[in-house]
């Protein structure tokens, strides 16, 4: 029981410190050098005494902590402005109103708060300066759909698209190339303003037109790649027809295309990532070492089927157990990324519950070395899948405790539920909305 207890609150210490290390105001604060009224964020420095209005618009669920943050610094300077967010992760705001809407899914409140958005963007001038926060989740947060497509048709082709196993680069190629917001095109409504546009990045490799679909970034993905995507995970048949013809038509030139490299929309624009994955894990390291634990990042851009990932993860870690590497444990492997869960169950879980429950199974089938190993899988958006849980920890029995545990993890696996497997082993993480968002991390303590 005492090494439950210790193994627990080691798993939780690295949590809070991975979440701690991402949080938006500290990173605001250190991406926006403010020496009185000047500014110097990235390559560029702005006089900010040389505008006339000062906007803050934003979308994803880091909005409205960045908002906060933005609204401290710049004080009276500031004129207001929206960000969106999603459900749960508002906040109370002096001069920036915070509206928001659903996630993953969009829903009519994200549609209305993605018209309010377009509408400031179109009523700025050449003497504004309109600072954009996006993060992860604006993609869902601010629909904008395109005719003929509409809210219902985005809402079906996002359900599809979520439980194909499809990435979060080819989910968002689409989304795109059906929006009037996304693939720069929120850049085109800035026009002919100053935009500095504030990123915490939830995207393996940090790409500016995938966060939150670009708004303010040129788009590197073309129709052609949209329809390599309907044909790679055959979709074509079962989506609205609207897409595939908007798609059809795209690919033959006869449908506008998102903004790309050198359009003029983007001369003003400076994209600025200020938090990403890495500095989640790095956070989680010095926890780990803090611990005592040397860490080892297997992964900063970890992706796959999630229970893949995890299998190949704890075989590794049993590697380290039989000393075939060059570090000795007390050792803690991590890897940050995201992976994806093809679904085929009716279960409820996410990827991290996902990922967590595989590592369970595979743990309990070690022969040896089984006792020295528990797992932590954490979404840092706080929302593990359609779950009010972040992820779930693992500990040596958590599977191997009995025959019929194991027979319930494996059919949980089949069903993807783990949410129900890790709600009886009372092992979900719990850490409720972060207002953050650098996807996951996962940690797996190898004891001496
Ligand atoms: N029952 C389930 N088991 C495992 N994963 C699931 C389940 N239901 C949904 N997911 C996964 O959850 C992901 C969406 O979760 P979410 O945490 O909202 O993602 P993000 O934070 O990247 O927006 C999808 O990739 C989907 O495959
Ligand atoms: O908004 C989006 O497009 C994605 C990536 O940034 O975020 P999430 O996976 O949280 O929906």
Excluded: W
Aim: contains cysteine; charged residues 25%.
């Amino acid at each position: 029981m005492t090494a439950y207890i210790e193994k627990k609150k080691n798993l939780l210490h690295i949590a809070d410190r991975t979440l701690q290390a991402v949080s938006p105001a500290p990173a605001m604060r250190k991406a926006l050098q403010l020496d009185g009224t000047k500014l110097i964020v990235g390559r560029n420095e702005y006089d900010l005494t040389s505008y006339e209005r000062i906007f803050v618009i934003g979308a994803g669920k880091a909005s409205a902590a960045m908002a906060e943050t933005l609204e401290d610094m710049l004080g009276d300077l500031l004129h207001g402005g929206i960000v969106a967010t999603k459900y749960e992760h508002a906040l109370n705001l002096k001069k920036t109103q915070v509206l928001e809407s659903n996630h993953p899914v969009p829903d009519l409140a994200g549609e209305r708060a993605a018209k309010e958005l377009l509408s400031i963007a179109k009523g700025v001038t050449e003497n504004d300066l309109v600072f954009c926060l996006l993060s992860g989740g604006a993609s869902a947060i601010v629909p904008a759909p395109r005719h003929p497509v509409t809210l219902e048709i985005k809402q079906a082709m996002t359900r599809k698209l979520l439980e194909c196993g499809a990435t979060i680069n080819e989910i968002n190629a689409i989304r795109k190339h059906l929006s009037e917001f996304k693939g720069g095109q929120l850049a085109k409504a800035l026009e002919p303003s100053t935009v500095v546009t504030l990123i915490i990045s939830d995207v393996v490799g940090d790409h500016l037109d995938v966060i939150g679909s670009g708004p303010t970034a040129p788009d590197a993905s073309t129709y052609l790649d949209c329809q390599a995507i309907l044909d790679k995970y055959a979709l074509c048949s079962a989506i609205p027809e609207e897409v595939t013809q908007v798609i059809a038509e795209g690919c033959a030139g006869e449908a506008p295309e998102t903004c790309k490299v050198g359009d003029a929309c983007f001369k003003q624009v400076n994209n600025v990532i200020i938090a990403g994955n890495s500095m989640a894990v790095d956070g989680a390291a010095e926890a780990a070492r803090e611990l005592g634990y040397t860490p080892v990042v297997v992964d900063y851009a970890m992706e796959g089927e999630a229970r893949d990932v995890a299998a190949r993860m704890v075989r590794l870690a049993a590697e380290y157990c039989e000393n075939k590497h060059d570090i000795a444990p007390p050792v803690c492997l991590l890897a940050g990324g995201e992976t994806t869960v093809t679904i085929k169950g009716n279960g409820k879980g996410g990827r991290n519950q996902e990922f967590a429950l595989a590592a369970a199974i595979e743990i309990s089938e070690l022969q040896e070395h089984r006792e020295r190993l528990c797992v932590m899988s954490l979404g840092t958006d706080g929302t593990d899948g359609p779950t009010d849980a972040a992820g779930a920890l693992v500990f040596p029995d958590t599977v191997a405790r009995s025959d019929e545990q194991s027979a319930l993890a494996r059919q949980a696996l089949a069903d993807n539920n783990a949410y129900e497997f890790f709600t009886n082993t009372d092992t979900l993480l719990k850490t409720g909305p972060t207002r953050t968002n650098v996807m996951d991390v996962v940690a797996i303590l190898v004891d001496k």
